[in-house]
C-alpha cells in the first residue's frame, strides 16, 4: 500500500538537500513533492506552467531555473496562488493535487488539498500555518515500510520538522 511521508524543511537550501538526499536514496523524482511559498516578485523565470481551477483557487504562474537543480527535476514544477496562503512554487504530484478541481473555497485552499491527499485535518492546517510562515513541505512516496523508514531518516538526519506519514501522527 502506498503511503506518503512528509516534513517541513525550514528554507529552500534545507529543501534543495533534502530532495537531493532523497533522489540519492533511489526515490523518484516522480514521487517527491515540495511546495514553498513564491517571494519572489520578479519575471526573471523561465519555465511557464498554467493550471486552471474552476472555483479560481489556483491561477497561472512562472517558475525559474532559480528554485535549484534537484528541485528543478521534479515533475510539474510550477506557481500557484491559493487564497489565504498567496503565492506558491510546487514541484511533483502535490502540484496535481492542488491545481486540479478538489481545490476550491469549500476544500479550503491548501490545508483542503492536504486533507485531500490523506493527512490528517489538525496536521494539514499545521503545515499550512508552516507554509504561510515561510517554511517548505516536502513529501515522497513510497511502495513499502522500508522506503516508509528510509525516508524518514533522510528528513530527521536533515533536521526536518514535522515529520509525519498518511494514516499516522507527526513524530
Known amino acids: 500500500m502506498t503511503k506518503a511521508v512528509f516534513c517541513i524543511a525550514q528554507n529552500t537550501d534545507q529543501a534543495e538537500s533534502i530532495v537531493n538526499d532523497l533522489i540519492i536514496a533511489n526515490f523518484s523524482n516522480n514521487d517527491i513533492s515540495v511546495l514553498f511559498p513564491d517571494k519572489s516578485t520578479t519575471q526573471d523565470f523561465a ?7 474552476p472555483e479560481g483557487a489556483a ?13 528543478g527535476l521534479l515533475a510539474g514544477i510550477g506557481a500557484l496562488a ?7 512554487i510546487a514541484a511533483g504530484p502535490i502540484m496535481g493535487a492542488l ?3 478538489a481545490v476550491g473555497a469549500a ?10 491527499l490523506g493527512i490528517p485535518e ?7 500555518g508552516k507554509i ?20 524518514k531518516k533522510i528528513f530527521e538526519e536533515a533536521h526536518a520538522e514535522d515529520i509525519s506519514s498518511t494514516g499516522e501522527s507527526s513524530v
Open 132 to 151: 504561510a510562515g515561510g517554511n517548505a513541505l516536502i513529501s515522497v512516496h513510497t511502495a513499502s515500510s522500508e522506503e516508509v523508514d528510509r525516508a
Open 59 to 71: 491561477i497561472g504562474g512562472s517558475v525559474g531555473l532559480g528554485t535549484g537543480a534537484a528541485l
Open 47 to 53: 519555465h511557464e506552467k498554467h493550471t486552471k481551477a
Open 82 to 88: 491559493i487564497p489565504g496562503v498567496g503565492p506558491l
Open 107 to 116: 476544500t479550503g485552499g491548501l490545508a483542503g488539498a492536504l486533507i485531500g
Open 99 to 101: 491545481s486540479g478541481a
Open 122 to 128: 489538525y496536521e494539514a492546517k499545521r503545515y499550512e
